[in-house]
Nanobody, 129 residues
Framework: QVHLVESGGGLVQPGGSTRLSCTASGRTFSSATVAWFRQGPGKEREFVSAFRWSGGNTGTHYSDSAKGRFTLSRDNTQNTVYLQMSSLKPEDTAVYYC????????????????????WGQGIQVTVSS
């Protein structure tokens, strides 16, 4: 069993920044696939970013909307993954979810939420002036 807890977020002004955290208990992030998804008001859930462990190396993957503005990082000692979001836009307003899968995913499968085994409760990010 894996328990994921997100923190951070809140109200941010357009152009501002915030950092989301996802801390796991029960299992570690080692050899796992950890991703962030989001669901905006009236929208379907969409992929944001993911760590993909492969052969001892780690690859990061971003959606087109996140690329260049969001940065994924991790602290193995804290079993925590961070999503640093910058240059935020009103369309980034959403509930952000951390997701975990205990094995590697092929790149083409990262964006499909049904491939993840555990999810956090979600955290609201509102970008508004």
């Amino acid at each position: 069993q894996v328990h994921l807890v997100e923190s951070g977020g809140g109200l941010v002004q357009p152009g501002g920044s915030t950092r989301l955290s996802c801390t796991a208990s029960g299992r570690t992030f080692s050899s796992a696939t950890v991703a962030w998804f989001r669901q905006g008001p009236g929208k379907e859930r969409e992929f944001v970013s993911a760590f993909r462990w492969s052969g001892g190396n780690t690859g990061t993957h971003y959606s087109d909307s996140a690329k260049g503005r969001f940065t994924l990082s991790r602290d193995n000692t804290q079993n925590t993954v961070y999503l640093q979001m910058s240059s935020l836009k009103p369309e980034d307003t959403a509930v952000y979810y951390c997701a975990w899968r205990g094995s590697r995913l092929i790149v083409s499968s990262l964006r499909d939420g049904s491939n993840y085994d555990y999810w956090g409760q979600g955290i609201q990010v509102t970008v508004s002036s």
